[in-house]
């Protein structure tokens, strides 16, 4: 009997349709002739919590610290036991056993624990499915590889999972023992993805706090020319008062020079035309389709994610979700006209976009060498009826759908002109954009473009017909919404203040992964450390203090970067153990930096600032009875939160009884 373990049920129901005999529906498993598939549902398997390792763990106390296991332990989780014990008595009729996880790393580590676990010794093939329509499907099963190659992928991401162990465990422990002294009733819980997004709202929201704006002021001059009108605005020279952008800070001379440039005439000295084509945006990755369905829908990272798998487990309308890749295999492209036909034919949006596409045309999204474990977000081609779908669902549908079909226009041609007069010897600028082709511009509604200029000739003169001073105020940066978090989570080099580091990260894949950023928010606002205020998320003074209290490196970006940059290492080939070997060694001195008066100093003047907004009463409520659901005796969650990074991610612990709490402790 063949064994085929996929990552989740829908992933298996797929396979076994895929198969040449019929399947039958079992309990935990689907026979199909001679082969049997079966399924994990997320991780089974969770790294065991300290107390695995020695009784005495189970009392948190700071003496303990760092806890460093010597030989790791995986310990099933309390809702997976059952399909867990199904695979057991499958694992053991099997002569042969196929991974079927996702095409990832954390796909790689889901299946291969729970196979290596339940004490596989034979030979594992590898399956790997980034798209459950049936065609795709069979394509995979014809293509089955040696599980081996894929062993370099399943070390980094076991040593991610015990690396976020180690860090979150000690860390969270340090931190919540001085909030006890600190006065604080509760888990501090820290994690190495979590607490940088934490410390980027932070250090946003203090930066709007401590904003002082001033004024400025801009002069127009309206000119008329030989085809037109234009509005240009002054450029002054260094000789007045101006901030580092250029801007001007007294009134007095652009009023002065306002009086002076009734009916004056001047001279285009300088003209810049310059054509661009701009070829499509690119079919979307998760993160990138999280940005734009907040911005034009209001949809928060977590119900994009949300959304994305029912369209692809439950409905069948998208591929693999997950992907950080934005770009299509050219083995696609063949199909893709009948697969837009087919999932564009109900809906009269879509049907609009589909008449005008050229299907001749071939963009920059169609590149192997650009496509990884997965591909970019793209219908399957099955019918999309949006009747049959909540509203929210259809519109991240027909975002989806919209990049793949803009991939079937031509580009965006513009002439950008910009002009420079010397009007009174002083220097006048006006820009505009002209379109010349739209291309793919019509399936998006974008922001107004510049608008046009009229008809320009080098060296011709102008005559100022009228003026005005207008007074504007420097404004802050804006408070992170999901979007612009997702966002600065994708990029965050630009985060970055070590030029060195932000060269490096450059070419990494920020903080977090596709499957995890919208959960790592929705886990902050659970945690009580952000608030929703509208759109906007905001530090609360929970949030703010701790970010006060810890060492720089964990309130910031670059230590979790880095990491990304040592487990791609490992994937290729490296050793681990010096890369846990360090991390042991930095939480030495981690945990020694735990600081209960600092802490308290920061929760003190948190909660003195009126600017820093307090945890909403229902957070407080839901902490509070998680709080107390920990307290009841639920030792086997780790401090990491690593037991499921696909679900997951940061950290989160099972505290003790506050009354427990000896001087030891301390």
Known sequence: MRLIIAEKPSLARAIAEALPASAQRRDGYIEAGDTIVSWCVGHLLEQAPPDAYDAAFKTWRRDHLPIVPQQWKLTPRPKARSQLGVLRGLIKRAASVVHAGDPDREGQLLVQEVIEYLGWKGAIARLLIS???????????????????????????????????????????????????????????????????????????????????????????QLAVASGQLRAWWVPGEGHRLDERGRLLDRQPADTLAERLQGAQGQLTNLDRRQRRQPPPLPYSLSALQVDAARRHGLSAKAVLDICQRLYERHQLITYPRSDCRYLPREHLKGMPQQLASACAQDDVLSRWLANADMSLRSRAWDDTRVGAHHALSPTGKPFDPTRLTRQEADVYRLITRNVLAQFYPPLETCEVKAEFIILDERFRASGQEIIAPGWKPLFTTREETPPLPSLRQGESCRVFATEVEEKQTRPPEHFTDASLIKAMMNIARYVEDSEVRRTLRDTDGLGTEATRANIIETLIERCYLVRDGKSLRA?????ALIQSVPPAVGRPERTALWEQRLEAIANQDNP??????????????????????????????????????????????????????????????????????????ASSSAPRRRRRTTEES
């Not at 042991?584 to 209960?596: E, I, K, P, R």
């Open 540 to 544: 609360t003074q929970l949030g703010v």
């Open 577 to 650: 153990a010096p890369f846990l070997d360090a991390l042991v060694n930095d939480l030495h001195q981690l945990v020694a930096a735990a600081d209960s008066q600092r802490l308290a100093q920061a929760l003190s003047e948190a909660r003195q600032h009126q600017a820093i907004p307090d945890a909403t009463p229902r957070q407080r409520r839901r902490s509070t009875t998680s709080r107390r659901s920990s307290k009841a005796g639920n030792s086997s969650r780790t401090a990491s939160g690593t037991g499921s990074r696909k679900s997951r991610s940061g």
């Open 131 to 221: 798209d459950l329509n049936r065609p795709a499907v069979v394509r995979a099963l014809s293509r089955i590889e040696d599980n081996s190659h894929y062993l370099p992928l399943y070390r980094a991401a076991e040593t991610r999972a015990r690396a976020d162990w180690l860090y979150g465990i000690n860390l969270t422990r340090a931190w919540t023992l001085i909030g006890r002294q600190a006065g604080h009733d509760g888990v501090l819980s820290i994690g190495r993805v979590q607490t940088p997004v934490l410390g980027l709202v932070v250090r946003r929201d203090e930066e709007i706090r401590d904003f002082t704006p001033y004024p400025f002021f801009v002069l127009w001059a």
